[in-house]
């Protein structure tokens, strides 16, 4: 851990080696402190665009008295970690796509990823009903989330993985969601 808070720009700085040791040596966000916020979100690795872009937003919102999350898509300014988040809108609306649940990984179905990292939280995208037509696209993306600075919810980091099939996860990305501020469009 850095003896000073990590800052969105100063994580977005780190090497895999780094990341990976936050991760395993960070406390898991309460998803109570993340209810009705939306973050602006930075995929580390430069391949990672492919599926929600380099940039996006990623909000927190219960259903049903059930802890959900969805994603923004975020018109790219190529600027990384800086820059502006400017949601994409269709029709007037922002384009809200990829929800996921949010549980403690610890309380997922078993496999390697869970057990290495049972101490976080998990995003998990496998929702039938939510992620149809295009989104089912977003289906096999798990992510593991962790407080670089413990206690401190404005910054949250995640490790993201596809889960093709039983024991089989493949490294997607680290990533991060910083710069909250409350939600102004809910999905639902």
Request: hydrophobic residues 30%; contains cysteine.
């Amino acid at each position: 851990m850095a003896s000073k808070p990590w800052t969105y720009t100063s994580i977005a700085k780190c090497d895999k080696d780094t990341l990976e040791s936050i991760l395993k040596n960070s406390p898991p966000p309460d998803f109570d402190e993340l209810e009705g916020f939306i973050y602006c979100g930075w995929n580390h690795e430069k391949g990672a665009s492919m599926l929600s872009g380099e940039k996006f937003k990623k909000g927190f919102h219960k259903k049903g008295g059930k802890r959900y999350g969805f994603n923004e898509a975020v018109i790219q300014d190529f600027k990384g970690p800086l820059g502006v988040w400017k949601t994409r809108q269709s029709k007037g609306k922002n384009v809200q796509l990829g929800f996921f649940r949010c549980s403690m990984t610890k309380d997922e179905k078993s496999n390697a990823n869970v057990r290495r990292y049972k101490h976080t939280g998990h995003l998990n995208y496998d929702l039938k009903t939510m992620n149809t037509g295009t989104n089912v696209i977003f289906r096999p993306v798990r992510d593991y989330a962790v407080l670089p600075n413990p206690g401190d919810p404005s910054l949250v980091m995640c490790k993201a993985y596809f889960h093709l099939g039983p024991g089989i996860e493949v490294f997607y990305c680290y990533f991060f969601l910083g710069h909250r501020e409350p939600i102004k469009q809910f999905p639902w």
